[in-house]
């Protein structure tokens, strides 16, 4: 697979046009394993780190079927599905769409909550052969009889970890209940634990698998750091981090609750470094311009809950700080993955206070490593970082052979 190119792929010529516009050469090892696969028909279930490439790795195949294919389109009808857990995401999983099947004749739309319904109702009712859809307002739709799913050939689950957790594995089976038997079926993953395999390989039939990284492993040019402080130290140092930053460099800040990430954004503010906060209260149309502002580097700094976590493909993101670890050890994978994409090198910091040692220890069983200590800030917690060495829950990394 070292010597594949996009070029070597048997994509129809109108992608490959694309593709060579935007000068991509070389697939990456996900889409290099995963495009021929699809291509062929097969289910498959992919599992590689963040920012490695997956959302091409669907909808490419899913493009040049619809090419080799075509039908008139259906009104309420969609050929392909792809849920998504966020409106980010549905939006970049859109957009993509859009780039790669710029010289194909098909249309495509996005379906979500927090905006009305009605463009999305038009647009539908126009018929549509892509559908990207959040859950909830995906069945809302259903229900009211603005959908119809009974003729999905391509079922897209990406981000399948967070899509079959609690909160959305009930939304997921409705949606499965909904659609035909006989369709090729693509979940794409950065984590993948053995319950959610056990799911997937409940709704996929006889998947081919498709692994790059063993599953919550972190971006291998991440630099990750750890800093043990104390809980009303964490502003002083968050500042002490972002002030080394260089003019254009953009930094993520993950809080744990919306109320936490905008007393962050106003405090920065308030000490001169540009920032806002983006969650899940915000409507779509703030957030949306909040991320346009943060990519364009009119705002260094963007303050986020975990809603940013995935979804939010900004390159030029150089530094992640966890002021909050998550809640979620596998959460971490992903908010550090916001840096270090598309092969550039970024870092990420994450604060630990004395209330937080038992996160930090879940993080770090869920990456099957130890972040490396900064013990040279300012306001390092020498006796939390011994205890937390000493530890019982310190495991060597595994070995990949």
């Known amino acids: 697979m070292t010597n594949t190119t996009f070029a070597s792929l048997p994509l129809a010529a109108p992608i490959q ?16 394993q995963s495009i021929p696969l699809l291509l062929k028909g097969r289910d498959l279930l992919g599992c590689a780190q963040t920012g490695t490439g997956k959302t091409a790795s669907f909808s490419l195949p899913i493009l040049h079927s619809l090419h080799e294919d075509p039908k ?3 009104p309420r009808q969609p050929r392909a599905l792809v849920l998504t857990p966020t409106r980010e995401l549905a939006m970049q999983v859109g957009k993509s769409f859009a780039d790669y099947g710029t010289h194909l004749r098909f249309r495509h739309a996005l379906v979500y909550g927090g905006v009305g319904q009605q463009p999305q109702v038009k647009a539908l009712q126009q018929g549509v052969d892509v559908l ?6 995906l069945l809302d739709l259903v229900e009211q009889g603005y959908i119809d799913l009974s003729g999905v050939e391509f079922f897209v689950l990406d981000e399948v970890d967070r899509m079959l957790d609690m909160g959305f594995v009930n939304d997921v089976k ?29 709704i996929l039939h006889d998947p081919a698998e498709v692994t790059i990284e063993p599953e919550t492993t972190t971006a291998e040019k991440v630099d990750q750091s750890l800093c043990f402080v104390p809980g009303d130290k964490r502003r002083q140092l968050l500042q002490h981090f972002l002030l080394q930053q260089k003019e254009g460099e953009l930094s993520i800040v993950f809080s744990r609750t919306k109320y936490g990430a905008d007393k962050l954004a106003r405090f920065l503010k308030r000490e001169g470094i540009g920032a806002e906060a983006i969650h899940g209260n915000r409507s779509q149309s703030q957030r949306e311009k909040t991320l346009k502002r943060f990519r364009n580097g009119r705002v260094p700094v963007l303050v986020a809950t975990d809603v940013a976590a995935r979804g939010v493909d ?16 596998e959460a971490y994978v992903h908010r550090i993955g916001r ?13 630990c206070t ?9 993080v770090e069983k869920t990456i099957r490593k130890s972040i490396p200590v900064d013990e040279a800030h300012p306001w390092h917690l020498a006796d939390l970082a011994k205890q937390h060495g000493e530890g019982p829950q310190e495991k060597p990394p595994r070995s990949k052979g």
């Open 17 to 32: 046009r694309a593709l060579s516009e935007r000068n991509y050469q070389t697939p990456t090892p996900i889409q290099a």
């Open 72 to 74: 008139p389109l259906r």
């Open 132 to 137: 990207v859809a959040c859950p909830g307002r």
């Open 174 to 202: 409705k949606v499965v209940s909904l659609i035909p038997r006989k369709r090729q079926s693509l979940f794409f993953s950065a984590t993948l634990a053995p319950p959610i395999v056990k799911l997937a390989n409940g």
């Open 314 to 329: 900004v390159r030029a993101v150089s530094l992640v700080i966890n002021f909050d670890l998550p809640e979620e050890p």
């Open 339 to 351: 840096t270090g994409r598309a092969g550039e090198s970024g870092r990420a910091i994450s604060f």
């Open 354 to 362: 004395p209330e937080q040692q038992k996160l930090l220890v879940e």
